[in-house]
């Protein structure tokens, strides 16, 4: 047994590998949300080091004890990029993309997750609380429990739960659904999501469900109770307002509409290259506008950022070629000398350059498909300081049931997404300020930290009930 009083499993470690051997933070979410629970603590976070074949000792960084769990490169692309990015991302996401169901990358993600779960049971001390992360590692729950029945286990899904019409095309289901329930209280973005869950073990194994949990049996003829509800993420908003008020950043700003030409309104898009994403959606209901003659390219400019991701993937291999394709149509058919219809970028930016395109942008077109919150939608509006500035929300996001005062849209109704892009281009100041200082609210009041704390508090109510 180990000494870690708090085990964060996800599949990457917070940190990056430099070319000179060291180690860097990489600025995510998560470790922003947990950074102050694991000072706290003695903690520890259980994770893949980002490289094939890197093998590497657990470490010190930065008062947190990392455990580095090592992948093959085979196991790369059969755990990673097979089971969950071609598996379980697709079909989660309502088969926007076919899935692809092949019994090795399952056998490599059962064993992968095994290696996950021994990692977390050694390192954790007596009575621990261990809180797994996300998809990749969904059976993890349950090993961990076969390993260490004393822990008190958390799963948090960041992504949607589908259907049970949808999830049963898994082969696999029963396996999956067995895995998550090791845990003692399972999280998820939406209620919608937790609901899919809970019919979903009904149906597969009629365990009896309620708003206060789902009864698990216990070998012995007791049972305890899992409980799986919403517990929507959200961003380290403090940052937001920091950076957002730098004036380096506030004049980079200035700076991106000078270089695009100066265009009346800049339209914004950033996502990872994704077909969850619906950027192809937003770019046919940019390119109608600039057809149809609502806009011109004098005065609309879409920029979109999309983040290099998933390469290997072939699903993914073939977006960006469509992608591209589209933004070359509608550029070579709209753009002149001194104005680009779409400025597109596919490339990563540090941070401070994303905050300077919030604050450039007039109008953030968030036009998922399928997403399980979405946090660039939240992370546009913290920047808001000015109260200025216009959302048009896809209501396939989770961000959408927090966000009321968005624009909302439903990304496949091209109509509906042209008007509402024009709606947001046109609308006057003291509706947009209206509109943000409400959104702003939310992210204000609801940031990653209060997430954190409310999960871990209701992981402790689920300990103690399950105790008596
Ligand atoms: C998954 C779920 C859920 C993007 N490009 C750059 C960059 N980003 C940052 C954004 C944002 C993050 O990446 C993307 O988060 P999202 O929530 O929008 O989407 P996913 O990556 O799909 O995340 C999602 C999330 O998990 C959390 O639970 O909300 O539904 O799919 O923070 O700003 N950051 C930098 N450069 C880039 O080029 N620095």
Redesign the pocket.
Known sequence: MGQAELVVVANRLPVDRDADGGWRTSPG?LVTALEPVMRTVDGAWVGWPGQAGLEVEPFDFEGTHLVPVSLSADEVEEYYEGFSNDTIWPLYHDVIAAPRYRREWWNAYRKVNERFADAAAAVAAPNATVWVQDYQLQLVPQLIRERRPDVTIGYFH??PFPAYGLFAQLPWRRQVIEGLLGADVIGF?RTADASNFARAVHRQLRYETRASGIRVPREDGTSRVVLAKAFP?S?DTPTYLEMAARPDIRERAAQIREELGNPAKILLG???L?Y?KGIRHRMKAFGELLRDGRLSVENATLVQ?A?PSRERVAAYVQLRDEIELMVGRVNGTYDTMEHTAIRYLH?????EE?VALYLAADVMLVTALR??????AK?YIASRLDNKGVLVLSEF??AADELGSAIRINPHDIEGLKDAIMQAIDMPAAEQSRRMRKLRKRVQDHDVQDWSHTFLGALKTAREANAS
């Open positions: 979410g960041h992504i973005q993420i961003i950033v996502d990872r994704d969850t950022v983040s490339q990563s930016f540090p941070r994303m997403d399980g919150m979405n946090l660039v992370e996001t989770g």
